[in-house]
């Protein structure tokens, strides 16, 4: 998966920031989503809000 800009947030945002969440994607796709969130709010806020769902996902799945 690549992304077109660092300084533009991609398309397919949600997608992405559930792929990162849940560790699918290859290392440079990390290293670029990274460079580019790290510097950007609103990914950064669906990064998180992403987080925050699978980590309640995975605790659901043991419960």
Known sequence: MVLASSCLC???????AEEYCLGHLDWESVRYFENHF?????????VA?????????????YA
């Open 10 to 16: 991609p398309s397919d945002l949600e997608e992405i």
């Open 38 to 46: 790290l510097h950007c709010p609103a990914c950064a806020r669906e």
């Open 49 to 61: 809000e992403t987080q925050q769902f699978v980590n309640v996902f995975r605790l659901a799945e």
